[in-house]
C-alpha cells in the first residue's frame, strides 16, 4: 500500500477525523481528533473481540469494523498486518464513498 496522507483522505471523503493505530491500540497518527489516544486503545479491544467473535463464528479473516450509530459512524479498515486506518464522521451516508476511495488506495 502506498503512503497514507490522512489529510487528503479527510480532503476526499470528507469525514472529520482520522487515525492510524496498531492492534495493540497504540496511536501512530491522527488528525483532526481530540482524546486520540483513548480512541486508538478502545478501537483496539474492539477490534481484538470482533477478531475473537470473527474467529468463533469461522467466518475467515475481517477487515473492516463499522459501527454505524444514530449521529455518526466509526469505521476501521486494516491496512497492514498489524496497522488500521479508522474514519469518523458524523455523517453517515459517507459510508459508499468511504469505501469507494480505500479501494482505491488498496
Known amino acids: ?9 479527510i480532503d476526499e471523503t470528507g469525514v472529520d477525523s482520522a487515525l492510524v493505530f ?10 483532526y481528533l481530540d482524546f486520540d489516544g483513548n480512541i486508538a486503545a478502545m478501537g483496539g479491544v474492539l477490534l481484538t473481540m470482533c477478531k475473537e467473535l470473527i474467529e468463533d463464528l469461522k467466518f475467515g479473516n475481517s477487515n ?5 450509530a444514530d449521529k455518526g459512524l466509526f469505521f476501521v479498515r ?3 498486518k498489524d496497522e488500521y486506518l479508522a474514519l469518523i464522521t458524523k455523517n453517515p451516508s459517507k459510508l459508499g464513498l468511504i469505501h469507494l476511495k480505500l479501494q482505491a488506495i488498496s
Do not use: Q
Request: avoid cysteine; aromatic fraction near 0%; charged fraction near 35%.
Open 22 to 31: 496498531n492492534g495493540d491500540g497504540n496511536l501512530l497518527k491522527s488528525h
Open 78 to 80: 486494516r491496512l497492514d
Open 64 to 68: 473492516e469494523m463499522i459501527i454505524h
Open 1 to 9: 500500500m502506498k503512503k497514507l496522507d490522512l489529510d487528503a483522505l
